[in-house]
């Protein structure tokens, strides 16, 4: 059974800090995997999806990378601002069923 | 206008009473997913279709259903509702095909007194 963990639970940080978020899976049969943010009371906006086959994709301070070997992916915010704080969550699709498992995300606070 | 949206965003019930929570969507998907969020716990796959005639269990249906009225709409029932079914709930949809990227609704949060 795929299991996803993400590590910190939370995370504080004053603003302009880089910081970098975990995320790990257990079983590396995966099609993608996805970053999504979300703000309290809010659904879940994509950030970045990155193919199985891919190492890694970027969108303005945001980069992650995947490391489908080792079960790994880590999601870096450059130039930390306050408007980042948030809930990030990882989550993989599977190779069978074609589902989605989500880790139960990262609560991050950028302090100003 | 929301892509995907759900209705209703907040509802207080008592335990036993039938609840639907409504999503529709203008994305055009094929693929729509109901899933519940708990503290801590992340998000759980409840049920998901790939088409309107395609409904499929996820790791936690037990005390739901749903019905694909059209493409694009994707409802969820509790036919008797439990206090343990107090959570936010999210509808989902997303492209065919194995690297279709996922787009969340609001959310539903559903209180079962």
């Known amino acids: 059974k795929q299991e996803v963990t993400q590590i910190p639970a939370a995370l504080s940080v004053p603003e302009g800090e880089n910081l970098v978020l975990n995320c790990s899976f257990t079983?590396?049969?995966?099609?993608?995997l996805q970053w999504f943010r979300q703000d309290p009371g809010k659904g879940l906006t994509s950030l970045l999806l990155?193919?199985?086959?891919?190492r890694e994709q970027t969108s303005g301070r945001l980069n992650a990378s995947l490391d489908k070997s080792s079960g790994r992916s880590t999601l870096y915010i450059a130039a930390s601002q306050p408007g980042d704080s948030a809930t990030y969550l990882c989550?993989?699709?599977?190779?069978?069923?074609?589902?989605?498992?989500f880790g139960a995300g990262t609560i991050l606070r950028v302090k100003s | 206008d929301a892509d995907v949206t759900q209705t209703p965003r907040n509802r207080i019930t008592k335990t036993g009473k039938r609840i639907m929570l409504e999503c529709s969507q203008t994305k055009g998907h094929d693929r729509m997913y109901w899933y519940r969020q708990d503290p801590g716990l992340g998000l759980r796959l409840i049920y998901y279709s790939f088409d309107v005639k395609d409904i499929n269990k996820g790791e936690i249906s037990d005390g739901y259903s749903v019905s694909r009225q059209a493409q694009a709409k994707f409802s969820l029932s509790l036919e008797s509702a439990i206090p343990n079914q107090t959570a936010l709930y999210f509808c989902a949809t997303a492209l065919a095909g194995a690297s279709g990227e996922l787009f969340f609704g609001e959310g539903s949060r559903l209180t079962v007194l």
């Open positions: 079983d590396s049969a995966i099609y993608n």
């Open positions: 989550a993989v699709r599977l190779e069978y069923g074609n589902k989605l498992v």
């Open positions: 990155i193919q199985s086959s891919q």
